[in-house]
């Protein structure tokens, strides 16, 4: 009993101390913590598919000063998928992101919690992590030295059912389509058959689809089909089990496939249903943005175990 007396006392005395060495702190504490109660609740409805697109600001001059090659650039547009991977490395609760152009979404599963559902949180923590992730990308894919950082504005928008969330990324692929096709053809005629701006797009305008495909076909021997997936659906990056011989990695996979099908969804039905990443075969030649993951994992584990036998010794 006297030792938890004396205990007491030694308390007391202590919260007396405190109390009279810093009085002007509490006392601030008090007076103008009323601040916070200014803050607004800006917490994220329960149960909904949280989607965070981010969106290059100004990209225009800012492709135009580092000449990127027109219609599309790949390095440059990996340059985004190199970012967009970042963000889903640090973001577990992403469960599939979708990017296209100057653009990127990405889907949070709806039970996430993260930073407690607080939307100005998530937003400014993606869209500042893509921003930077970008910068220090950039020197991995693009051999033109970066002239200026660039901007990326952000939103997000809630959607209650699978079916509006299909909705939404099949908006933003149709949209890839109706931009490259027109992209393609007047390039090509502004490029190859010496057109200005102007007369390029005077040349397509009230144009449709079977138009722009047959204007390609004729007069550049170009079946847009052929050209590459990635320019004509945009890039889904998923998290995946690499199968390589027998063993495996996970890794953020990318994809170029048709994500308006519903065949898309039934073979990666782990986006919609119990988020387990799925499995990839790797084939022969890995994208370069998977090579890259598994390499700096790979070293990753060789500093781990370099690390445990130095302390074993």
């Known amino acids: 009993m006297r030792l938890f007396g004396t205990l007491d006392k030694f308390c007391k005395l202590l919260n007396y101390t ?9 006392m601030a504490c008090s007076r103008f ?13 329960p149960n909904v598919w949280i989607v965070i697109r981010i969106d290059g600001k100004k990209f225009h001059k800012f492709s135009k000063t580092h000449d990127f090659e027109k219609p599309n650039d790949e390095n440059a547009l990996n340059v985004m998928n190199s970012a967009a991977t970042a963000v889903m490395q640090e973001f577990r609760d992403i469960v599939v992101a979708y990017g296209q152009s100057d653009e990127y979404s990405f889907v949070f599963r709806k039970e996430t919690a993260a930073f407690k559902r607080r939307s100005a949180k998530l937003l ?33 928008v809630l959607y209650p059912s699978e079916q509006n969330l299909k909705d939404y990324l099949s908006w933003r692929q149709a949209d890839v389509h109706v931009n490259n096709l027109y992209n393609t053809a007047f390039w090509k005629l502004v490029l190859e058959k010496d057109l200005t701006n102007q007369q390029a797009e005077a040349k397509l305008r009230g144009t449709f689809s079977a138009d722009k495909n047959e204007l390609l076909f004729q007069e550049f021997g170009i079946n847009y089909n052929n050209l590459p997936a990635m320019y004509r659906k945009g ?23 048709d994500l308006i099908s519903s065949q898309f969804w039934k073979e990666h039905n782990e986006i919609l249903g119990k988020y387990v990443p799925g499995t990839y075969n790797a084939p022969e030649t890995l994208p370069r943005l998977v090579e890259m993951q598994l390499s700096a994992k790979q070293l990753d584990d060789e500093a781990e175990e370099t690390q445990n036998l130095a302390g074993t010794s």
């Open 235 to 257: 890039t889904i990056l998923l998290r995946k089990r690499v199968i390589l011989g027998d063993k495996s990695r996970q890794a953020v996979v990318p994809l170029h496939e």
């Open 18 to 26: 405190l109390t009279r060495d810093f009085p002007k702190r509490t």
């Open 33 to 45: 913590e009323y601040v916070k109660s200014f803050e607004q609740d800006d917490s994220i409805l």
């Open 124 to 156: 400014t923590y993606v869209t500042s992590l893509f921003s930077s992730s970008y910068v220090m990308q950039w020197s991995k894919w693009m051999s033109q030295p970066l002239a200026y950082a660039p901007c990326f504005d952000g939103r997000v």
